[in-house]
T-cell receptor, first 115, second 117 residues
Framework: GAGVSQSPSNKVTEKGKDVELRCDPI?????LYWYRQRLGQGLEFLIY????????KSGLPSDRFSAERTGESVSTLTIQRTQQEDSAVYLC?????????????FGPGTRLTVT | AQSVTQLDSHVSVSEGTPVLLRCNYS??????LFWYVQHPNKGLQLLLK??????LVKGINGFEAEFKKSETSFHLTKPSAHMSDAAEYFC???????????????FGTGTQLKVEL
């Protein structure tokens, strides 16, 4: 079946512009995660959605970052007034639930370059 | 708080020789531990996971890892490397979602595995 998809695959933007990244999770997966991978580093957790519960935003680096999810479907990550340090690969993952027994399936990522 | 340390940023082996990728972790809870692999221009793929069952975990492609609580280690091994194993490997720890914040994964900085003929 279809895996996690993300769009766009690549995004180049000028400093100060807003960007919106999209994630389509696997159908039926109630949990959705956003991570950021900077060059040469591991992934950093950004935000977590589980069903209709309030999202866990504890990983968002600043108030320029926000994310929404429509029910148990699509999620968008928005970065306002982009800065060069926002350049990274943004990865989305989904899983059947929020417990550790559920494997997270990762999308291919969106490579964001801020010039 | 949880954290992961991957002791080697790069490992180079010859094809057919054993692979050892080292990982140490810290966690306030009984952790779940994972190894993920990332091939160039491909998404992250789960190799194996430990979730408090058997301490020796077998994964895909002949990889295995042993959970050693006394050493807080979860090293990844494979008896014989293949060219197709060349990739970046991430050791990952989770509190399993028991803090109420979901199964947040904490990634190590990765180990780049190079396999030479």
């Amino acid at each position: 079946g279809a895996g996690v998809s993300q769009s766009p695959s690549n995004k180049v933007t000028e400093k100060g512009k807003d960007v919106e990244l999209r994630c389509d999770p696997i159908s039926g997966h109630t949990a959705l995660y956003w991570y950021r991978q900077r060059l040469g580093q591991g992934l950093e957790f950004l935000i977590y959605f589980q069903g209709n519960s309030a999202p866990d935003k504890s990983g968002l680096p600043s108030d320029r970052f926000s994310a929404e999810r429509t029910g148990e479907s699509v999620s968008t990550l928005t970065i306002q007034r982009t800065q060069q340090e926002d350049s990274a690969v943004y990865l989305c993952a989904s899983s059947l639930g929020g417990q550790g027994s559920y494997e997270q399936y990762f999308g291919p990522g969106t490579r964001l370059t801020v010039t | 708080a949880q954290s992961v340390t991957q002791l080697d940023s790069h490992v180079s082996v010859s094809e057919g020789t054993p692979v050892l990728l080292r990982c140490n972790y810290s966690s306030s809870y009984s952790p779940s531990l994972f190894w993920y692999v990332q091939h160039p221009n491909k998404g992250l793929q789960l190799l194996l996971k430990y979730t408090s069952a058997a301490t020796l975990v077998k994964g895909i492609n002949g990889f295995e890892a042993e959970f050693k609580k006394s050493e807080t280690s979860f090293h990844l091994t494979k008896p014989s490397a293949h060219m197709s194993d060349a990739a970046e490997y991430f050791c990952v720890v989770s509190d399993g979602g028991f803090t109420g914040g979901g199964n947040k994964l904490t990634f190590g900085t990765g180990t780049q595995l190079k396999v030479e003929l």
